[in-house]
Nanobody, 118 residues
Framework: QVRLVESGGGLVQPGGSLRLSCAAP???????????LGWYRQVPGKQRELVAT???????NYADSVKGRFTISRNNSRKTVWLQMNNLKPEDTGVYYC?????????WGQGTQVTVSS
């Protein structure tokens, strides 16, 4: 189990940007670095969607809905994963969570709310 804490959400106008952070304050480097991690998005009434992945090795992957607008990055020494979100659209509104891939038995954090509205 790795406890992950999300932050950085907020209210932004369409076309704006936000940067989300996901930290693992209690993890150690040797536990964090081998993990594949992802950002998930939950919209009311819909299934939680995986929008970006940062594998332990290799290139990031993105859902088609965010490709070209979102960028995931990680720093294993800081035990942190970020999601840079640009050109935000109203349909990006939701609660964003980070978690391991696969999720397995890892718990969900509290998430961070992103609202895109004029």
């Amino acid at each position: 189990q790795v406890r992950l804490v999300e932050s950085g959400g907020g209210l932004v106008q369409p076309g704006g940007s936000l940067r989300l952070s996901c930290a693992a304050p209690r993890a150690i480097f040797s536990t964090f670095s081998p993990l594949s991690l992802g950002w998930y998005r939950q919209v009311p009434g819909k299934q939680r969607e995986l929008v970006a992945t940062a594998p332990s090795t290799g290139e990031p992957n993105y859902a088609d809905s965010v490709k070209g607008r979102f960028t995931i990055s990680r720093n294993n020494s800081r035990k942190t994963v970020w999601l840079q979100m640009n050109n935000l659209k109203p349909e990006d509104t939701g609660v964003y969570y980070c978690n391991t891939i696969p999720i397995g038995t890892n718990s969900w954090g509290q998430g961070t709310q992103v609202t895109v509205s004029s």
